[in-house]
């Protein structure tokens, strides 16, 4: 119910302090107007505060009103943002009575004539200056109320953390400080607890997801500042499309290298030009990210780091796989090697099936002379096909082997290195 009330009567204050920068009333003339403008600026010192009694602090109410953002340049960690500003502080020098000037109940001058706060964004990116100008009319009613809407483009620090790039959020804080003025001349107070963002244009690249406003007191070095934090969360839609999915596309061509027959000559040049590719990927996602390290790199690089290294690994296994096809047939392979080549190759299960189907096949008898004698022999149809099938492993079986090794072991490390960036975005 407090927090509904304060609502109301800030939006009143708004629309009461448009209302009077409409203009004056009516039946307002401007002699009245000029000679009040005369009297209350006779002997007024815009170097001295407002406040009747100056041991007493001057409470500044203010609310912060963002229009759009203008830029955020995460290489050079720059947030430009176009906003303004509505403060009302209390001047009893400002105090008249309207009925001795015709019903005038309001007046304005530029800020350059009367006292306004000091303040400076203490946060910028490239120069301190101060708030507003010398020319932007503050407006006076009979009380003694001032208000103050000073506009402008506000460029601001902001190093973003950009782990999760490009499904980072950033928290961007501006700090305003009121210079020149102590903790006990000088105090502010906000409207509400958020940024007004009646008037927000959506940015094409960053959303606005939340915001608040507070004010934070250093009492070692006396200065009093109000906070505008800001959280941004990028939209990845075109990383998406133009970084994020080609580079997964890129990385599952790695693996169709050993399907490329080793009698094309172009196993190597393949894997090269993926591996060149993941490169290039590589120095556009650098290019546009800031050169830091602090407080974490980018997910991103760290993947594309790991596929370049993944696809050097092709690149190697390869060039071992083409080594076994070209391998003399003089040179025996070894036991063991012809041992596991059998079990991926499944070459002893088909010579068993080949040996089952002779098993009852006839017998023939041979009858021959040798040395004028009669010699009869039998043989079998069986055993002659049995002396034509061979299980021995050559050196083609071995590369043919060792290239449903190598693809094997680059689908699990393309599925692995991709599962593993996907969790860790999700989970963040």
Not at 313 to 336: A, E, G, K
Not at 347 to 367: A, G, R
Request: aromatic share 14%; proline share 3%.
């Amino acid at each position: 119910m407090n927090s509904l009330y304060r609502e109301k009567v800030t939006m009143a204050r708004i629309v009461i302090f448009f209302l009077l920068l409409i203009g004056t009333v009516g039946s307002t003339y401007h002699e009245d107007v000029y000679k009040l403008s005369r009297k209350l600026l006779d002997g007024y010192n815009d170097m001295i505060r407002g406040s009747k009694d100056l041991s007493q602090r001057t409470s500044i109410s203010f609310m912060f009103n963002i229009i759009k953002i203008a830029e955020y340049d995460e290489v050079n960690g720059k947030l430009a943002i176009v906003g303004f500003f509505f403060l009302q502080w209390e001047d009893y020098r400002m105090k008249w009575d309207p009925d001795e000037y015709n019903g005038t109940n309001n007046v304005m001058f530029e800020s350059k004539d009367v006292w306004v706060p000091n303040i400076m964004l203490t946060t910028s990116h490239s120069d301190f200056r101060k708030l507003g100008t010398d020319d932007v009319p503050v407006r006076y009613d009979n009380e003694g109320t001032s208000y103050w809407s000073p506009a402008d483009v506000f460029t601001t620090s902001c190093t973003p953390n950009i782990y999760y790039y490009p499904y980072d959020t950033q928290n961007c804080f501006l700090y305003f400080s009121s210079w020149g003025y102590s903790l006990y001349e000088v105090v502010f107070h906000s409207m509400r607890d958020d940024v007004n963002t009646y008037l927000y244009s959506e940015h094409g690249l960053w959303n606005l997801t939340a915001t608040s406003v507070f004010v934070f007191k250093d009492t070692t070095n006396q200065i009093n500042s109000m906070v505008i934090k800001l959280t941004l969360t990028r939209m990845p839609t075109f990383y998406l499309i133009n970084m994020i999915l080609p580079i997964i596309v890129i990385g599952l061509l790695n693996i169709l290298v050993f399907l490329l027959p080793a009698e094309s000559g172009e196993r190597v040049g393949y894997s090269i030009t993926v591996l060149l590719a993941i490169a290039v990927f590589q120095t556009i996602a650098s290019d546009k990210l800031p050169h830091v390290s602090r407080p974490q790199i980018s997910l991103l690089c760290i993947k594309l780091l790991i596929d370049l290294v993944l696809s050097v690994l092709v690149t190697t296994l390869t060039i071992v796989s083409l080594y076994f096809y070209d391998m003399p047939d003089s040179r025996r392979v070894p036991v063991c090697l012809q041992a596991v080549c059998r079990f991926i190759l499944c070459k002893k299960c088909c010579s068993n099936k080949s040996e089952d189907k002779y098993d009852y096949e006839e017998t023939y008898e041979i009858y021959k002379i040798e040395n004028g004698k009669q010699i009869t022999t039998s043989i079998s149809l069986s055993d002659v096909r049995k002396s034509e099938k061979t299980d021995v492993i050559n050196w083609t079986d071995v590369g043919r082997c060792s290239d449903i090794v190598f693809a094997i072991f680059s689908l699990l490390a393309f599925i692995a290195s991709n599962v593993a960036f996907v969790l860790l975005v999700i989970i963040k």
